[in-house]
């Protein structure tokens, strides 16, 4: 089961974190992973990690903002099977907080770099007749977050955005997921504990895992055996749906 052998899978943000644990994940099922990464040392060291395990798996430095660029690296993978739209960044603040730059750039990464990705895949999926979309959503589309205005409107986008494209692709044959996870431990989390509380680390993460009503982050190899499932052929019958992944933080969390 959840075999994605010959299968070409695009997963944008591949050098770390979630994406990392995706890319090495689908890799190991078969697939043919190619990783769009701005962080281009880090997508090789993906790429190291599969090919090491005898998975296949190339790199490709990018700007998934950059409309242009992204046509490109997707005119040189050719054919697309499976698109993980993972690549984003974090901001803290509330509207008031939030200046115009700052605003423009969640948006240009977290929502333009999905459209990009999309609006470069579909047209080869169309002519495959299948295709597999999974956009990377978050629990802050669902839920009021607090100091995360920015990032919660990308990601409320990316909701609506998964929505439509599911309708629209129906008659052909493409599906179109997301997934919203809640707090999960990244390196980003590490380093931005360490950034803005280095007198009290352990207090911090301590603190930020108890959020969760399950009481603990979510790890990026269980938010990949979700993306597995989703990108396999035994989730045929599923598509223009939102699966949190959240330890409870939805539904529990009062």
């Known amino acids: 089961m959840f075999s994605l052998k010959g299968k070409s899978a695009v997963i944008t943000g591949g050098g770390s974190g979630i994406g990392n644990a995706m890319a090495v994940l689908f890799a190991k099922q078969g697939a043919i992973v190619h990783i769009i990464e701005l962080n281009a040392e880090a997508a090789e060291q993906t790429v190291k990690q599969i090919t090491n395990d005898n998975g296949t798996a190339f790199s490709y430095s990018c700007d998934v903002s950059d409309q242009q660029q992204v046509i490109d690296v997707f005119s040189k993978i050719g054919n697309v099977n499976i698109l993980v739209n993972n690549a984003g960044i974090a901001h803290i603040g509330k509207l008031e907080t939030t200046n115009s730059k700052d605003f423009e750039n969640i948006f240009n990464v977290n929502v333009k770099g999905a459209y990009n990705c999309m609006f470069a895949a579909i047209p080869t999926m169309k002519v495959n007749g299948s295709g597999v979309i999974l956009n990377m959503a978050s629990i802050a ?78 790890q990026p190899e269980e938010v990949a055996a979700l993306a597995l499932y989703l990108c396999s052929d035994e989730a045929s019958f599923v598509t223009g749906c939102d699966y949190p992944i959240d330890g409870g933080f939805v539904k529990l969390n009062n």
């Open 141 to 218: 589309a669902l839920v009021g977050i607090p100091d995360r205005f920015a990032y919660s409107m990308s990601k409320g986008a990316i909701y609506a955005m998964t929505l439509s494209v599911a309708k629209d692709y129906l008659a052909d044959h493409i599906r179109c997921n997301s997934i919203s996870p809640a707090r999960v431990h990244t390196p980003f989390v590490d380093g931005f504990i360490k950034k803005n509380y280095p007198d009290n680390q352990e207090e911090i993460f301590e603190k930020l895992s108890k959020s969760q009503p399950i009481g603990r982050m979510a």
